[in-house]
């Protein structure tokens, strides 16, 4: 399976961003779809995730001002973020959770390549 994320880059604060992120490969079913980040010397974070049947759930960080989707028929997930602020800035991370085929058991994770997003002041 591989994921490819896109549509981070550099905006001021208070702007928007779109970042999309389609799954392809042996894929039955997508269980969750998630959106992590990662700032210069911080841990990983989670920043949303979504399941199939569209639970949603937003960091507090982020709750007001992102908002995440998916398409199940397409295997993509967007993160739309709106009013974003210099604390946002970090490389965002795709991350998906896969049944391979039908009846299976075993559920496997997958990680995008990451894609910058910078906010400057």
């Known amino acids: 399976v591989q994921l490819q994320a896109s549509g981070g880059g550099l905006v001021q604060s208070g702007g928007s961003l779109r970042l999309s992120c389609v799954a392809s490969?042996?894929?039955?079913?997508?269980?969750?779809m998630a959106w992590y980040r990662q700032a210069p010397g911080k841990q990983r974070e989670l920043v949303a995730d979504i399941t199939s049947d569209g639970s949603a759930n937003h960091a507090d960080s982020v709750k007001g001002r992102f908002t995440i989707s998916r398409d199940n028929a397409k295997n993509t997930v967007d993160l739309q973020m709106n009013s974003l602020k210099p604390e946002d800035t970090a490389v965002y991370y795709c991350y998906v959770e896969v049944w391979k085929v039908a009846r299976s058991t075993i559920l496997l994770d997958y990680w995008g390549q990451g894609t910058l997003v910078t906010v400057s002041s």
């Open positions: 490969g042996t894929i039955f079913s997508i269980r969750t």
